[in-house]
Structure formats: C-alpha cells, structure tokens
C-alpha cells in the first residue's frame, strides 16, 4: 500500500512556538453562542506537527492506543475512520496524526460546513476524536497540537473566528485538559452518543500571522 501520510508545512504564527466525541451529519444551525474571551496559549517547549491521514490509514492509527474509559469518549479508531468514510463531503474533513520525533503519538479529525454537528455555527471548524496515546499522555503534547491544530486553522481558513468541541459532560479529564489549552465553556449543553456534552471554544484570532 503506499504511503498516505502527508506532513503539513505551517508557517510562523503567534502563539505556535513550539476525547471528544465523533460529530453528527449537520443540519440546521442554532443561533451562534457569544463569542468566547481571546485566548492566546502561552509558549510550550514540546514540539509536534501534524501529518494529513487518508482512510486507508486505519491501522497505523490503530497503535495509538488510549485506556477504555477515555476511548468511550473518543470513539474506537474503528468507529471514527468508518464516519470518515462515510461522508458524502470528505472535503469538508481534515483527520490528522500528532507526530512528535517522529512517532505518531495522536489523532484528532477536524471539522467544516455541512459536516460539523447541528450545534455548530457557521463560522467556526470543530475539533473531533482527540487523542493521545496512554503512553505519551501528560507530557505536554495534547497542549502543542491544539496550538497547531489553531494555527492550520489561522493559515488556511481566514474566515473562521473560533475552533470548537464538545465533551462529555462525565469526562472530568478531558475537560479539565481543555480548560489548561486555553477553551472556554460557552454554556451550551448538547446531546452526544454517549450523554450529555459542554460545548468550548478557543479563539483563533490571537494565531494569524
């Protein structure tokens, strides 16, 4: 099979020094929630890029591995990349490996237009399925590729205004972890496969060049 990873070139931005749920096909759109305080995320030692992953990647991103109480948040990788395959608008949906020296440590998928859940106003891409291996975890890595994942954002969509997530509700780790990336709980409530969910944001404004 050959080879489908991708590394994506980012240029210098402010603020790049350096287990959410899968989304539901989009429908109509609720009002926007007030805009969330700019966030800018402070300067981190650990240094990460991102790959682009095709479908046929599956099992590579099989090896990233996280214990089952945070996989039932995530989603099994299975779960994820047959919702990948599934879409009728692939274009509107970036999956991405997290690499650092030279190991695939993380996943995460984002997304845009008709395929961001209901929940989601037009203006922003939403973050899906974050993880980082068991093993890699509480090294500072989830923090660097939200910095990335921000500054792909910031290069390559200029419209969008924020990136956003839901996570469920009886997820404490993730939360608190979101909470540490610089997100804000916009008081959104929504439903998720597996109960209730708080919808964040973060500021993307404060990564443009």
Known sequence: MPRSFRSVRLRSCRGCLAGTEPAESRGNVPAAPAAAPRTRLKENPVEVELQSV???DREVIRGIRLPEDQEQFAGSVDAVFDELARSARPENQHPFAIVSGGVKVGFFVLREAENMPDWAPADVITLHSFR???????KGLGRAAVVRAL?????NRPLVRRMMLAVN???????KAYLRYGFVDTGMRVGGPVGDQHVFS???SSHRA
């Open 151 to 155: 500054c792909w954002i910031a290069q």
């Open 202 to 204: 973060l500021d993307v």
């Open 132 to 138: 980082i291996s068991l093993a890699c975890q509480g």
């Open 169 to 175: 509700a009886r997820n404490l780790q993730a939360t």
């Open 54 to 56: 095709a479908v046929c």
